[in-house]
């Protein structure tokens, strides 16, 4: 392929390649061409421009495919613009003779094709320069035209759009021309050539006025009947040219207008004439001006389909402010089209008109208006309501009258009302909260206009008002229970009235069903009210029988309604409706058959009515409530369900009886009981299976039913990838809504609420706007399908067989279409079986079973209808899965086989090729392996098939499904394969979509196949790699958006194999111009990749986005239409968020979003932050619409040329840049969540973004520089505007945003103003932001975001003025009184739950804001207290807004004894709440402070969310008040009495004791601590667990609990055992830190109890401490620690887990592994040294808590573990500074060697072993050793002293260990290192002077000449700095010492070894001045020393002196220099003082 990459053909090349390879070599230059050209050096292509041309030339007449010809036609055009044209007209005319050539071989075909191409390529690219020659160009092509084969037509038709493209206004001469020839086309045969008219016809449009003039009207005719038969295709293209046209008429684009004086179209026409087509359909209408003929005939439903797309074309081309200026027209014609007689011909076809109406306002009005205009246009449509329903009245009321064409009128104006309320409906709920403002206007009056509604006479308009009520409650939760209030008044009020009844209970319904929507909920009164007007409706049914069907309708639709709320309600009525259900049905067999002998029609009617009724309840029972359906539940539904099953077979004989009018009550049971049946476990009715199963089959066997009624679920039931050839794939269309109407399957798409007015109060489907449920007589067929596939893997095999063979049977019997219809239903059950079967994992039975069920299937598998092939295939491949034998599948393939090998016609080439395909898929690559290569050849075969397109199509599709499901296996047949799909690309036509989709498919499936290999440079990789390059390429090209679908996805998934090899600078500019694209299909592949490659590489994506954006000038000619502006990809994407309503491809482009803003956001920070801006600050550009509405009341003329004036502006280019609407709410929400993202990005980056100082140096030094801190102001105003903002998501989403922006930036010094922090300045805003969400109206979730932030704010510590607080401070208060007082009216708008997560929240703010406020009175308490300036040196800002330390308390204080009491019943509440599920029982029945018993599930999760703050505030405040107080006294008044009964359980005053009240409270706060810690739920945040550990350790602080948990050891080792278990959970080091301070002050409070009880029995029985110990710690005599029983075990097994986390070496299992080879531990972080030096001393402490013997268990680990931690942390550091761990660990030792232990006499021999064998460990740890040279010897030589000055001496005796003592101190001595020999002297020194002289002298001896030698060799190397100095002076001391300790007569000897010393260390005068500075130094200590002693021993002294006279001279030269020296320095000071008195002020303040 790279050969292939040159200006030049090369030939060469392409002669020594294969025949079969040259198509693609060719393809491949000519794609590089096409790159190169652009970019090539001009100089370069004029030199080779006429080779090129002749290479390019003789292509032409070599047969090139369709894509090639595209690409050989762009690039002669490109040559000739680029290079010279000198021979361009030439070229022209060799492609004019092949075009006009006679040869109509089709072997010439592809050459004339490709000259017709390049035509239109010149004309394209060189316009007018080709001026004169193209009339002669448009006749040949126009001659062509009429010769030409379906190919020909279409590829001159596109030609000829080019040519006009390029010429523009300059060909009009040949316009008529073009016209007339052309248009004869849109009825072509080949849709192909219909859909190149269409866009032939639209070029054309553009600069001929006579189309949208003279023609007009011909032209919409002419569409009409192009719209008749038409494809999907066919329908887009003539809907875009007929809307287009219709929108030129009425607003021409430019001033031809002007000059022809034409007369313009008015809106009415255009409208009149769009009406003819909707209404009458294509040909056999008289034109005259669009006058509506009354008469028969159907409208034609593919013309309706297309002329509904044509308006929404129409709209969307005037664009939004058209429809907005002209919506109140646009609405009355629009809806007049559903109201005229010939849409509404028999009620399906009504429906299918309402929908088309619906689609038309939903496209236009959801999309092109912004919010503001939306709630004009409901305006609008609320008026046209309103009106509507006067009309309907006065019809009403003149009923005595009774005219018919008044009834025909109110029948009509039930589908104006249907459409007009959905819409409403629709828009207020996309409006959401923005909506508000629409029912606040009393002008309007929504409600009451939509309440009328109820009253309408027909059925379908009372539930489209109450659907819209429904949307309305979503949307405004507020609405939701005054709402269903007033439907209760009203059912109750008007009782009489059977539209009354109907209407609003419907209307009550709905409003039940909405409640799931709103997370607020609804007041559980409310089920009561329910279920009691419910039974009333029931009981008085029979009393009136003008009313009983009604009531009883109602009745049961309410009760149905009621389940929907859920378990929660229900539980409380079940008993209720268990009784309700049993009574409908009659008790016993003898009662069934007594009934049937009763009544007449009517009352069976009503029976049977209300028999269903009761049914739906109960499936909606079962569907909503799953939780309630126990045994003994299902038990009792059963019964009734038993009889309704029975009394199945005794209907038909009551419809003879009573009339064929029953039938369709009949049908409803059916369908009533089909639906709970398949909701049930089958088990439960196994017993009525046979009777079951004979009615399902005879429903959709059609065995009772005249009418063909096809079953809607067959299309489900296929898999979901065989789309291409069910056509399904229009179900992901725009259009998918209306395009359903055309699915062949009974009424598909005709779904309305009134086939079924359960659905008003279901469930919506995911993706349907609406519910619409299909007809009863589809229902009943599909319930009986699903219901048969529930059923039959449970039906034994002989009634399976019995079954088989009747379909089989029935499909026989049936003929023609009826055959057609039975055998789609039966299809789809076994589809429905095969499917239970599998899910199952159950057998489809013995051989003949499946002989049965084969032949069944193979017998459908050449049946002409597509869909039954299709099912078929589906059917083999799902029984060979069920039977999974290999000899069956073998058969099967085999099968296939010899068939495919013999059929030669198309229907069963087909269905057997997909028969191989489905086989594979379900048995999966390695089930048919065996069959790979047969299968793989035939179909390779099959796809060659050029005779037949759809042959090609399947056998495609099947190699798809072949390739996906064998995987690896595939891989040995991939290049044959690709080799074939690349052949077909290359030459199947374009207009075969479906060929080149599964190519598509086919392509996709092998690079999968291929994967990871695809990254290799292997020669076959390689080339595997370029043809799907080449693939990809060619389908990118492909005019039909399925196929660039395709071609988008396999570049995916090659971007996932092979990332370098995709180029993202073509792929990512092509996917931006397809996000504009009309297909839905295609933005969303191109979303999708678009989110793959922003994953890995969004600074590219969005770099080559840019590039588009610059060189969008240049695309304009060409016609793309892309809205990149400077914002970029990412504008474009938020702006696609406000327009698509596909949930897929939006939750693609907010992923994409998140992954830009991941990479981008921090480098990109203003570009983000504006983006975000914008969207948030999105208000409607209201200028343009009132300048409007001013001008359209003046007279006539003037708005004339205001029109003329909107006609050059207004549609003019200026628009496009602008977006069409204001970003929605939902898209501000994004924004406002993406800024939040941003904060956290900016943290998670660098912190210099949170510092202002640094960001402004940082700033200056690099302007482009981009730091988040410089934009709080931007950040703080977003998060306002989103907070108060109309929408409540919005609100919150801003809150949110608040919050995360003060806890960022509350410490952020502002350096102006030191002692002040940055957003200070801000507090007004903040205040503005929270005051509304504190209003009495707001919903409780946003009032309860308002508390987490104010309780942040007022933390923050960021305001310093108590008066500033105050203001937010107040808005807490507020909230406090009101949750005491009841909170007043909007209590009862919402559930229970949502008071009770508002009132915690307010708790859960005053919590954090106390907690604060006690951190900061603590740390002020601990300060130490500044000395107070006086007045005139007060800086600018002092003391002045410093807070007193105690302010924030002074806030909280007046408000504690109410909240502390507050506190405590919400802390109890969340106590009894966290109860497993088996106490229940014991929960107070009516609920606790802040919940009810019915919300106590949804209570639980509130109360989960806000417990820990107020647990540590509760701690706090009994801390502070020192466990004082006993809240006895009553509740505030306001409390409901059960309040009070929780709060103070004594009713009779002080019966507990102060005392037994704090029991009460640590049981309550320990257990609540103690559950929690048990097992923190991984979704619960970190600060639970700090909170709780935080209260603990506050908590233990206070003695009354120290006191307790002293007490009861149980629940220390509990406690223990549980943080243990939290340690291993989760580990953090501030939880670990947070645990060893609790596990400290256990232990402590552990040691005092201890005492005490030690204490207690020392005095009263006067035991002797040692004994009382024996019997009182842990151990006892035995010394033996129970696990679990023990505090001290607990407490070691938990500091272990800490030590060994931290120093893994101390675990003996990881020293002693063979892989561990003992490595120093780097130096530790802070954390951690921490931790270990506190667990440490804690493990020190253990041993008090024991007896001896029990000391005596636990100590040698605990020895074991300390000097384990000296060994690994005592490591040598550059400032000699011990580790925080290290001292520790010798205090550790210090303690235990020390403790009162040691005297006790039962241990004393272990003892003393223990304490031998640790010091053992440290000397063998402290050996001197080259590798371990890091030990720190000074710890080591501490710890040695430390037993030296602290054991006994029958330890430190044992001479082994003596010498290795010795030993350690003479190596230390001998150190090089001064500090250590320092070091070692100090500690000598307390050695040496240890009183026991048995323990000092071995020492003295062993080490004392060592030091004096040392001391001696000073003399010749002195010491060069002060840590040598030091060093000498500490040996001084030791030698001085030594001769004190010396006895009197041995003092000479002693001093003969100092004195001398020291005078060597003296210096002569000479030397002295020039001598080192520790030299000088040493010179005079010694002196000093020698001074001192002198006097101290005299005699010795003169002996020494007298003994060496030298030394004598020496020193006496030594005492005169020093005197001499200091009485200089005396004169000096008595001549200075002059100088020095000046200064005498000293200046109080350093600046320093």
């Given at each position: ?549 009604q009531r009883t309708q109602a009745g049961w639709l309410l009760l149905g309604a009621l389940m929907s709320l859920g378990p929660s309600v229900v539980r409380y009525h079940l008993p209720k409706m268990l009784l309700l259900w049993r009574n409908v049905f009659p008790r016993s067999l ?365 056998a495609l599709h099947s190699l798809a499904l072949i390739v996906d499901s064998s995987g690896p296996m595939y891989r040995g047949y991939v290049e044959p394969t690709l080799s074939l799909v690349l052949t077909l690309l290359l030459t199947v036509p374009p207009s075969h979509t479906e ?1054």
């Open positions: 392929m790279e050969l292939a990459h040159s200006l030049l053909l090369n030939e060469e090349t392409l002669a020594q390649i294969t025949e079969a390879k040259r198509p693609v070599f060719i393809f491949e230059w000519l794609r590089f061409l096409n790159k190169v050209l652009v970019a090539a050096n001009k100089v370069d292509i004029k030199e080779k421009q006429k080779k090129l041309v002749d290479q390019l030339t003789d292509l032409i007449s070599s047969s090139p495919g369709p894509p090639t010809r595209k690409l050989l036609a762009k690039n002669l055009a490109t040559l000739y613009s680029i290079g010279d044209t000198f021979t361009v007209f030439q070229t022209l005319d060799k492609c004019n003779e092949i075009a006009k050539s006679k040869d109509d071989t089709p072997a010439y075909l592809p050459t004339k094709l490709a000259a017709v191409a390049c035509i239109g390529a010149f004309y394209e690219k060189m316009g007018r320069m080709l001026g004169s020659s193209f009339p002669e160009t448009v006749s040949n092509l126009l001659k062509t035209l009429k010769s030409a084969e379906s190919q020909g037509r279409s590829e001159v038709l596109l030609s000829l759009q080019k040519v006009l493209n390029g010429l523009g206004g300059a060909a009009a001469s040949c316009h008529r021309d073009i016209y007339k020839n052309a248009r004869s086309g849109l009825t072509d045969r080949s849709m192909a050539v219909r859909c190149a008219v269409a866009k032939c016809l639209l070029e054309l449009q553009k600069e001929s006025v006579f189309m949208w003039t003279t023609e007009l009207e011909n032209l919409a005719t002419l569409c009409f009947k192009g719209l008749e038969g038409s494809n999907y295709a066919v329908r887009v293209a003539v809907s875009k040219l007929l809307g287009t046209v219709m929108a030129t008429a009425l607003t021409p684009k430019h001033a031809a207008v002007m000059r022809q004086n034409v007369k313009r179209a008015t809106l009415d026409e255009v409208l009149e004439l769009m009406a003819t087509g909707f209404l009458r359909g294509g040909s056999g209408f008289l034109r005259s001006g669009g006058e509506m003929l009354k008469g028969g005939g159907s409208v034609n439903r593919e013309v309706r389909v297309g002329v509904t797309q044509a308006y929404v074309v129409f709209v969307t081309t005037l664009r939004g402010q058209w429809l907005e200026r002209n919506f109140a027209i646009f609405l009355t014609h629009v809806l007049e089209l559903v109201s005229h007689p010939r849409a509404t011909q028999s009620h399906v076809e009504a429906v299918y008109s309402r929908r088309c109406v619906s689609f038309i306002l939903r496209a236009t009005v959801g999309s092109l208006l912004g919010e503001k205009a939306q709630i004009a246009a409901a305006k609008e449509i609320c008026q046209a309501i309103a009106k509507q329903m006067k009309a309907v009245e006065s019809v009403m009321n003149d009923a005595n009258n009774d005219n018919k064409s008044g009834a025909a009128d109110v029948s009509a104006s039930q589908h104006v009302m249907v459409c007009a309320l959905q819409e409403l409906g629709s828009l207020v709920q996309s409006l959401s909260a923005t909506a508000s403002p629409l029912l606040q206007e009393p002008s309007i009056g929504l409600l009451e206009t939509v309440t009328s509604v109820l009253l309408h006479p027909s059925m379908a308009a009372r539930l489209g008002a109450a659907w819209c009520l429904r949307c309305v409650a979503v949307a405004l939760p507020y609405q939701l229970t005054p709402l269903v209030d007033r439907c209760a008044e009203c059912i109750n009020n008007l009782k009489t009235s059977p539209e009354a009844v109907t209407g609003y209970s419907f209307a009550m319904a709905a409003l039940l069903g909405s409640v799931h929507q709103c997370p607020l909920g609804i007041s559980h009164t409310k089920g009561k009210m329910v279920v009691s007007i419910a039974e009333d409706l029931l009981r008085t049914a029979s009393q009136n029988s003008r009313l009983s069907l003898k009662e069934l058959e007594a009934e049937k002998a009763r009544g007449d029609s009517f009352t069976w009617q009503v029976t049977l009515e209300g028999r269903a009724g009761a049914l739906c309840a109960m499936r909606s029972f079962v569907a909503h409530c799953p939780e309630l359906l126990t045994d003994d539940v299902i038990r009792r539904i059963m019964t009734p369900i038993e009889c309704a099953m029975l009394m199945l077979s005794h209907i038909p004989s009551v419809i003879k009886a009573y009339g064929a009018q029953l039938k369709a009550s009949a049908a409803m049971v059916r369908l009533r009981l089909y639906d709970i049946l398949a909701l049930l476990p089958p088990k439960t009715y196994e017993g009525s299976f046979n009777a079951l199963l004979r009615e399902l089959v005879a429903e959709f066997t059609l065995t009772d039913n005249s009418s063909n009624t096809t079953t809607s679920l067959l299309r489900s039931l296929c898999h979901y990838d065989d789309s291409v050839l069910l056509g399904s794939w229009l179900q992901e269309t725009d259009h998918k809504s209306i395009e359903d109407q055309l699915q062949p399957n009974s009424a598909s798409g005709s779904g309305a609420l009134e086939h079924d007015p359960s659905s008003i109060y279901l469930r919506i489907p995911v993706g349907e706007a609406v519910p619409g449920p299909l007809p009863l007589g589809v229902s009943v067929i599909d319930a009986s399908v699903a219901l048969f596939g529930v059923v039959f893997p449970h039906v034994s095999f002989k009634h399976r067989l019995q079954m088989l063979d009747h379909f089989a049977e029935c499909i026989k019997q049936a003929k023609g279409v009826r055959q057609q219809a039975v055998q789609i239903n039966i299809f789809t059950a076994v589809l429905s079986a095969l499917k239970g079967l599998a899910e199952n994992k159950s057998t489809l039975g013995p051989d003949e079973v499946r002989k049965s069920a084969l032949a069944l299937v193979m017998g459908v598998l050449d049946n002409p209808n597509p869909i039954l092939r299709c099912a078929a295939g589906e059917a083999l491949g799902r029984m060979a899965q069920v039977v999974g034998e290999a000899t069956f599948i073998a058969r099967m393939a085999q099968h296939s086989f010899d068939k495919l090998k013999s059929a030669r016609d198309v229907v069963s080439r087909t269905g057997h090729s997909l028969a191989l395909g489905c086989l594979h898929r379900y048995v999966g690559g390695i089930g048919s392996g065996q069959h790979l290569k047969t299968s793989v050849s035939i179909l390779l075969a099959l796809a060659q098939d050029g005779t037949s397109p759809e042959v090609q199509t399947w060929v080149h989709q599964c190519l598509g498919r086919c392509l996709g499936a092998l690079i999968t196949t291929v994967g990871p290999e695809l990254q290799g440079n292997g020669a076959s990789t390689s080339t595997i790699r370029s043809s799907c390059l080449v693939g990809c390429a060619i389908m990118q090209d492909h005019s039909d958006s399925l196929a660039q679908a395709a071609a988008i996805s396999c570049l995916q998934q090659l971007h996932m194999f092979a990332p370098r090899h995709v180029n993202l600078s073509s792929l990512v500019p092509s996917l931006c111009v397809h996000l504009c694209s009309s297909h839905l299909l295609l933005r969303r592949a191109a979303v999708a990749c678009l989110r793959q490659l922003a994953q890995r590489e969004a600074t590219e994506v969005c770099a080559y986005a840019m590039t588009l954006a610059q060189s969008s000038g240049s695309k304009e000619s060409s016609g793309i239409d892309v809205n990149i502006t400077e914002t970029g990809l990412e504008g474009v994407l938020f702006g696609m968020l406000d327009r698509e309503t596909d949930r897929k491809l939006c939750s693609d482009i907010h992923d994409t979003l998140g992954h830009m803003l991941s990479s981008l956001a921090v480098q990109k920070l203003s570009h983000w932050l504006k983006l975000c801006k914008g969207v948030l600050a999105a208000s409607t550009d209201a200028g343009a619409v009132g300048l409007l509405e001013a001008t359209r009341d003046e007279d006539g003329e003037k708005k004339d040329e205001m029109d003329d004036e909107i006609m050059f502006t207004g549609t003019g280019d200026d628009e496009k840049s602008k977006p069409c609407v204001a970003p929605r709410w939902a898209t501000r929400v994004f924004a406002s969540e993406c800024l939040c993202r941003i904060i956290l990005l900016c943290e998670t980056t660098d912190n210099i973004h949170f510092d202002l100082a640094k960001a402004r140096a940082m700033k200056q030094k690099n302007p482009k520089c981009d730091l988040l801190v410089l934009h709080l102001s931007d950040l703080i105003r977003m998060a306002f505007m989103a907070a108060t903002d109309h929408s409540n998501q919005l609100r919150m989403a801003g809150l949110q945003a608040l919050e995360d922006i003060i806890k960022e930036f509350a410490s952020v010094p502002e350096p102006e103003f030191p002692g002040h922090v940055i957003l200070e300045q801000y507090q007004a805003n903040v205040g503005a932001a929270l005051r509304p969400a504190f209003s009495q109206d707001t919903p409780s979730d946003i009032t309860a975001k308002a508390c987490q932030v104010c309780s942040t704010w007022i933390g923050s510590g960021v305001v310093s003025d108590l008066n500033d607080l105050r203001r937010v401070h107040n808005l807490l208060v507020s909230s406090l009184d009101k949750m005491q007082s009841g909170k007043g009216s909007l209590s009862q708008l919402y559930s229970e739950s949502a008071t009770t997560m508002e009132k915690l929240a307010v708790l859960k703010a005053w919590a954090e804001v106390y907690i604060v406020a006690m951190k900061t009175k603590k740390e002020a308490e601990t300060k130490p207290v500044k000395p107070v300036k006086s007045k005139e040196e007060d800086d600018d800002f002092g003391a002045v807004d410093e807070l007193p330390p105690d302010s924030l308390i002074t806030l909280v204080q007046p408000e504690l004894p109410i909240l502390s009491r507050l506190w405590l019943a919400a802390l109890k509440d969340y106590a009894l709440l966290t109860l497993p599920s088996e106490f229940a029982s014991q929960l107070p029945s009516e609920g606790g402070a802040f919940y009810t018993p019915e919300t106590i599930d949804s209570a639980r999760l509130h109360y989960r969310t806000s417990w820990a703050p107020i647990l540590h505030a509760v701690v706090l405040w009994l801390n502070s008040t020192g466990f004082t107080i006993a809240y006895e006294p009553a509740v505030p008044s306001g409390q409901k009495n059960q309040t009070g009964t929780i709060l103070n359980q004594t009713s009779g005053g002080s019966t507990k004791t102060l005392q037994e009240i704090n029991t009460d409270r640590l049981h309550l706060i320990f257990g609540i601590s103690i559950e929690f810690l048990c097992s923190p739920r991984p979704e619960n945040p970190l600060e639970h667990v700090t909170s709780c550990l935080k209260a603990l350790s506050t908590l233990l602080d206070s003695p009354c609990a120290i006191a307790y948990i002293g007490e009861d050891r149980m629940l220390m080792v509990e406690l223990f055992n549980v943080l243990h278990r939290l340690l291993l959970t989760c580990g953090p080091p501030s939880v670990q830190r947070q645990v060893t301070m609790v596990v400290q002050q256990t232990i402590r409070a552990a040691q005092d109890h201890l005492q005490g009880l030690v204490k207690k029995a020392h005095v009263e029985d006067d035991v002797a401490e040692e004994d009382s110990l024996t019997a009182l710690g842990e151990g006892g005599e035995s010394g033996g620690l129970i696990p679990g029983r023990s505090i001290v075990f607990a407490a070691l097994e938990l500091l272990m887990f800490i030590l060994v986390r931290h120093l893994p070496q101390l675990n003996p299992k990881v020293t002693d592994s063979p892989s561990h080879f003992l490595q120093k531990t780097s130096p530790f972080a802070e954390e951690s040294a921490q931790l270990v030096a506190v667990t440490v001393s804690i493990l020190a402490d253990l041993p008090s808590l024991c007896s001896p013997t029990g000391s005596m268990t636990v100590l040698p680990t605990i020895l074991y573990l300390i000097t384990g931690v000296l060994r690994e942390t005592a490591v040598k550091s550059t400032d000699n500074l011990m580790t925080l761990p290290a001292s520790a660990a010798l205090q550790g030792i210090k303690t235990i060697i020390t403790s009162p232990l040691a005297k006790s006499d039962q241990i004393h021999k272990q003892w003393k072993d223990l304490i031998c064998s640790s010091l053992a460990s440290i000397l063998e740890y402290s050996k001197p050793d080259e590798s371990a040279s890091s030990t720190d010897e000074v710890s080591m030589l501490t710890a040695i002293a430390l037993f030296l000055l602290s054991a006994s001496n029958e330890v430190v005796g044992i001479s082994s260990l003596q010498n290795g003592c010795i030993e350690r101190f003479r190596s230390a001595l001998n150190s090089s290192d001064p500090w250590v020999q320092q070091k070692c002297y100090q500690l000598l020194l307390s050695v040496f002077q240890q009183p026991h002289r048995a323990l000092s002298t071995p020492y003295i001896h062993a080490l004392a000449p060592l030091v004096v030698e040392k001391l001696k060799a000073v003399e010749n190397q002195k010491p060069i700095n002060d840590a040598e100095l030091q060093a000498v002076q500490e040996g001084i001391k030791v030698l001085e010492i030594l001769v004190n300790l010396g006895e009197e007569q041995n003092r000479p000897q002693l001093l003969v070894l100092l004195v001398p010393t020291l005078i060597s260390y003296l210096l002569s005068e000479q030397t002295y001045s020039s001598a080192p500075t520790a030299s000088m130094s040493l010179h005079e200590l010694a002196l000093q020393d020698l001074m001192r002693i002198g006097p101290l021993y005299p005699g010795a002294f003169k002996a020494v002196m007298g003994a060496a006279p030298e030394l004598k001279s020496k020193l006496e030269a030594a005492i005169r220099a020093s005197q001499a020296s200091s009485q200089a320095k005396a004169a000096a000071q008595q001549v200075k003082p002059a100088l020095q008195a000046a200064p005498t002020i000293k200046l109080k303040t350093s600046f320093f």
